[in-house]
């Protein structure tokens, strides 16, 4: 399950199942989402990204959701693998185009 | 394509001296580039957006005498930590900005700085 405190949020899933990683973003002006894993001593790797125009955009086993009515962005990876285990961040960037980070949540995939 | 390199990925100090990290675009021209800081299982936070050819423009309560960026060419940026304190220590990661493409920015593979 997720759980938020003062650590980084986690969500815990078995292999083979659907996660699920959601995000608040702040600014209505934001027109630009990205999703970004981090692993363990290493830079953010670009995932998906989408723009304000669409609700919706498929990659390969992952789907990125935006809703901007409530700003909510969220991360669908389909048949999680223990290779998918790191954390994930959630980007917004608007006229500046300089990309500001989320929270992050911390994917652990059990075998 | 598009691949950032950053150099070095870990560095070890004594208190008082300066660390130079760098940020290359390889295969891109890179007019802006960002540098972040993390700190352990916290997000990315802003210090300065690095232009090329012109100053650096930081972050509130961003010390520009303390972190002084160069970019002075549209392939490399630098961040130099200057007298480095053990409150410095951190991870360090820089993205750049492919020329003409507002929405491209490749990371790259970050710097653990220790200070001693």
């Known amino acids: 399950g997720e759980s938020v405190g003062l650590h980084l949020p986690t969500l815990s899933v078995q292999e083979g199942d659907n996660s699920i990683i959601n995000c608040a973003y702040s600014?209505?002006?934001?027109?630009?989402f990205i999703w970004y894993k981090q692993e363990s001593g290493k830079g953010p790797q670009f995932i998906i990204d989408?723009?304000?125009?669409?609700d919706k955009r498929q990659g390969q086993r992952v789907t990125v959701l935006l809703n901007k009515t409530v700003k909510h962005l969220s991360l669908q990876i389909a048949a999680t693998q223990p290779g998918d285990s790191a954390v994930y961040f959630c980007?917004?960037?608007?006229?500046?185009?300089?990309?500001?980070f989320g929270r992050g949540t911390s994917l652990i995939v059990h075998p | 394509g598009a691949v950032v390199s950053q150099h070095p990925s870990r560095v070890i100090c004594k208190s008082g001296t300066s660390v130079k990290i760098e940020c290359r675009s390889l295969?891109?021209?890179?007019?802006?580039m960002f540098w972040y800081r993390q700190f352990p299982k916290k997000s990315l936070m802003l210090m300065a957006t690095?232009?090329?050819?012109?100053?650096?423009?930081?972050e509130q309560g961003v010390e520009k005498d303390k972190f002084l960026i160069n970019h002075a060419s549209l392939t490399l940026s630098t961040l130099t930590v200057t007298s480095a304190h053990p409150e410095d220590s951190s991870f360090y990661i820089c993205?750049?900005?492919?020329?003409?493409?507002?929405?491209?920015?490749?990371f790259g593979s970050g710097t653990r700085l220790t200070v001693v």
């Open positions: 993205s750049a900005r492919r020329t003409g493409n507002n929405y491209g920015y490749t």
């Open positions: 600014n209505s002006a934001s027109d630009y």
């Open positions: 989408i723009r304000s125009n669409m």
């Open positions: 980007a917004e960037s608007g006229g500046s185009y300089i990309p500001t």
């Open positions: 295969d891109f021209q890179a007019t802006t």
């Open positions: 690095s232009n090329e050819g012109s100053k650096a423009t930081y």
